[in-house]
């Protein structure tokens, strides 16, 4: 977030149209962060179904390293080609597996560098909105306290002025 310097109006306080664009870069800010954790929240929806399709595939891959096991015993040339095809079967779901983790490795770094970004966002943010709200409620009571001496200076000139007839 870009640092912004509010400008000081000659009564002491700040502009308002540069008060209402920092609200408004906020905002913007604000919703940028909302799609941002929705985005994660769609990774990590991902990042589950992932570790499910690891859980799958880790499964099958030791049945099929069950599987064979039990056809080891026989010795045929069906057996044979029968291991063959399992022992391929096992390659794919190995690289399967691989490829899952892999990818949930990837998502997982990817939403954690999300989080990290959008909690640092968000507490700069929070900052930021502090320090807003602490010089407005400065500026208000300033123009306050011009407005009441103004009023002062009037009441006394109209008092004078009543005088004087």
Known sequence: MEEKVLKKSFLGGFKKSDVLDCIETLQKENEYLRRSVEELSAVRIENGNLKERIDELTAENSALHSEIDSFGARKSVTDEKSENLVRDAVKYSDSLVDEAKTRAGIAVKKADEAVGNAIGNIEGMSEK???????????????????????DKLRNSASGLNDGE
């Open 129 to 151: 909105v502090s320090s807003v709200k602490e010089d407005a409620d400065a500026a208000l009571s300033s123009v306050i306290s011009c407005i009441d001496d103004l009023l």
